[in-house]
């Protein structure tokens, strides 16, 4: 069993940062890609990043490119999400997510390649 637990949310001003992790349990994390999503209240949860498992290739949704960074740490178990330049529109529960497959190129964007997922982490940006 995969045990995936977020932490690093919180409340941040507009234009502030914050990096949410994610550590992993249970397998060989370092040949699954990783994935981080989103849900704001009253809406259906949203693809924001993911990682290959070889860290070489990233995936990033368009409101987010250029603000945010997704890496990992095989080493540790751990994926991260550097969030910069943060908007109230980026207010969300944010949920890391392990990949169904091994040794996928690029991490996907569809909720259903991922198996397992964290508890999710508040994320509020103010304005």
């Known amino acids: 069993q995969v045990q995936l637990v977020e932490s690093g949310g919180g409340l941040v001003q507009a234009g502030g940062s914050l990096r949410l992790s994610c550590a992993a349990s249970?397998?060989?994390?370092?040949?699954?890609?990783m994935g981080w999503f989103r849900q704001a209240p009253g809406k259906d949860r949203e693809f924001v990043a993911a990682?290959?498992?070889?860290?070489?290739?990233?995936n990033y949704e368009d409101s987010v490119k250029g603000r945010f960074i997704i890496s990992r740490d095989n080493a540790k178990s751990t994926v991260y999400l550097q969030m910069n330049s943060l908007k109230p529109e980026d207010t969300a529960v944010y949920y890391c997510?392990?990949?169904?497959?091994?040794?996928?190129?690029?991490?996907?964007?569809?909720?259903?390649?991922?198996?397992?997922w964290g508890q999710g982490t508040q994320v509020t940006v103010s304005s």
């Open positions: 997510a392990a990949d169904r497959v091994r040794w996928r190129d690029l991490g996907s964007r569809a909720e259903d390649d991922y198996a397992y």
């Open positions: 249970g397998r060989t994390f370092s040949t699954y890609a």
């Open positions: 990682i290959s498992w070889r860290l070489d290739k990233t």
